[in-house]
Protein backbone atom coordinates (compact mmCIF):
# COMPACT_ATOMS: atom_id res chain seq x y z
CA UNK A 1 0.00 0.00 0.00
CA UNK A 2 1.29 3.67 -0.74
CA UNK A 3 0.88 5.96 1.07
CA UNK A 4 2.13 9.59 0.40
CA UNK A 5 3.19 11.79 3.06
CA UNK A 6 2.75 16.01 2.68
CA UNK A 7 5.12 18.68 4.34
CA UNK A 8 5.42 22.45 3.90
CA UNK A 9 2.40 24.22 4.61
CA UNK A 10 1.74 27.01 6.63
CA UNK A 11 0.86 30.96 6.89
CA UNK A 12 2.08 33.01 4.12
CA UNK A 13 0.95 36.79 3.42
CA UNK A 14 -0.51 37.46 0.01
CA UNK A 15 2.79 37.76 -2.66
CA UNK A 16 4.47 35.03 -0.96
CA UNK A 17 5.76 31.46 -1.68
CA UNK A 18 5.60 28.43 0.13
CA UNK A 19 7.00 25.10 -0.97
CA UNK A 20 5.08 21.72 -0.01
CA UNK A 21 6.82 18.50 -0.59
CA UNK A 22 5.15 15.01 -0.91
CA UNK A 23 7.17 11.69 -0.23
CA UNK A 24 5.47 8.32 -1.16
CA UNK A 25 6.22 5.10 0.90
CA UNK A 26 4.92 1.75 0.80
CA UNK A 27 4.57 -0.90 -1.72
CA UNK A 28 5.71 0.93 -4.90
CA UNK A 29 6.05 -0.98 -7.88
CA UNK A 30 5.28 1.72 -10.57
CA UNK A 31 4.16 5.35 -10.03
CA UNK A 32 2.43 6.74 -13.23
CA UNK A 33 1.40 10.13 -11.59
CA UNK A 34 1.82 12.40 -9.06
CA UNK A 35 0.10 15.48 -8.17
CA UNK A 36 -1.49 17.92 -5.80
CA UNK A 37 -5.47 18.66 -4.85
CA UNK A 38 -6.81 21.38 -2.84
CA UNK A 39 -9.84 21.55 -0.99
CA UNK A 40 -10.92 24.92 0.03
CA UNK A 41 -13.92 25.12 2.77
CA UNK A 42 -17.26 24.58 1.38
CA UNK A 43 -16.10 23.72 -1.74
CA UNK A 44 -15.36 20.52 -3.58
CA UNK A 45 -11.60 18.87 -4.57
CA UNK A 46 -10.27 20.26 -7.13
CA UNK A 47 -6.40 19.34 -9.03
CA UNK A 48 -4.33 21.86 -8.38
CA UNK A 49 -1.01 20.45 -10.72
CA UNK A 50 -0.18 16.98 -11.65
CA UNK A 51 3.06 15.11 -13.09
CA UNK A 52 3.65 11.75 -15.18
CA UNK A 53 6.23 9.53 -15.07
CA UNK A 54 7.49 10.96 -18.33
CA UNK A 55 7.52 14.64 -17.06
CA UNK A 56 3.73 15.80 -18.41
CA UNK A 57 2.41 18.65 -16.48
CA UNK A 58 -0.87 19.88 -15.93
CA UNK A 59 -2.05 22.83 -14.03
CA UNK A 60 -5.45 23.88 -12.95
CA UNK A 61 -5.99 27.54 -14.74
CA UNK A 62 -5.99 29.77 -11.65
CA UNK A 63 -2.21 28.60 -10.77
CA UNK A 64 -0.63 29.00 -14.34
CA UNK A 65 2.47 30.55 -14.00
CA UNK A 66 2.47 30.70 -10.89
CA UNK A 67 2.92 27.58 -9.20
CA UNK A 68 5.48 24.88 -10.13
CA UNK A 69 4.85 21.17 -10.03
CA UNK A 70 8.49 18.66 -9.65
CA UNK A 71 9.49 15.18 -9.15
CA UNK A 72 12.13 12.91 -8.45
CA UNK A 73 11.13 9.74 -9.80
CA UNK A 74 13.88 7.91 -8.26
CA UNK A 75 12.84 8.60 -4.49
CA UNK A 76 9.10 8.69 -5.41
CA UNK A 77 8.57 12.58 -4.49
CA UNK A 78 6.61 15.24 -6.16
CA UNK A 79 7.18 19.11 -5.36
CA UNK A 80 4.90 21.98 -5.62
CA UNK A 81 6.42 25.29 -5.36
CA UNK A 82 3.95 28.15 -4.94
CA UNK A 83 4.99 31.33 -5.91
CA UNK A 84 2.55 35.03 -5.94
CA UNK A 85 0.07 33.45 -3.16
CA UNK A 86 -3.62 34.84 -3.14
CA UNK A 87 -6.05 34.32 -0.53
CA UNK A 88 -7.91 32.56 -2.46
CA UNK A 89 -5.38 29.54 -2.63
CA UNK A 90 -5.93 29.35 1.41
CA UNK A 91 -6.86 25.44 1.46
CA UNK A 92 -6.01 22.16 2.59
CA UNK A 93 -3.82 20.85 -0.33
CA UNK A 94 -3.04 16.49 -0.78
CA UNK A 95 -0.62 14.61 -1.93
CA UNK A 96 -2.17 12.24 -4.73
CA UNK A 97 -0.32 8.91 -6.08
CA UNK A 98 -1.17 6.85 -8.60
CA UNK A 99 0.75 3.63 -8.76
CA UNK A 100 -0.44 0.86 -11.15
CA UNK A 101 -4.19 1.19 -11.55
CA UNK A 102 -4.70 2.83 -7.10
CA UNK A 103 -4.81 6.27 -6.28
CA UNK A 104 -3.81 7.16 -2.82
CA UNK A 105 -3.81 10.45 -0.71
CA UNK A 106 -1.77 12.14 1.88
CA UNK A 107 -3.77 13.45 4.91
CA UNK A 108 -3.21 17.02 3.67
CA UNK A 109 -1.35 20.04 4.68
CA UNK A 110 -3.05 23.39 5.32
CA UNK A 111 -1.75 26.22 3.27
CA UNK A 112 -3.58 29.94 4.51
CA UNK A 113 -2.80 32.83 2.13
CA UNK A 114 -3.43 36.00 4.98
CA UNK A 115 -1.96 39.46 5.93
Known amino acids: QVQPVESGGGLVQPGGSLRLSCAAS????????MGWYRQAPGKQRELVAA???????NYADSVKGRFTISRDSAKNTVSLQMNSLKPEDTAVYYCNVVAGIKASWGQGTQVTVSS
Open 51 to 57: ITSGGRT
Open 26 to 33: GSIFSVNA
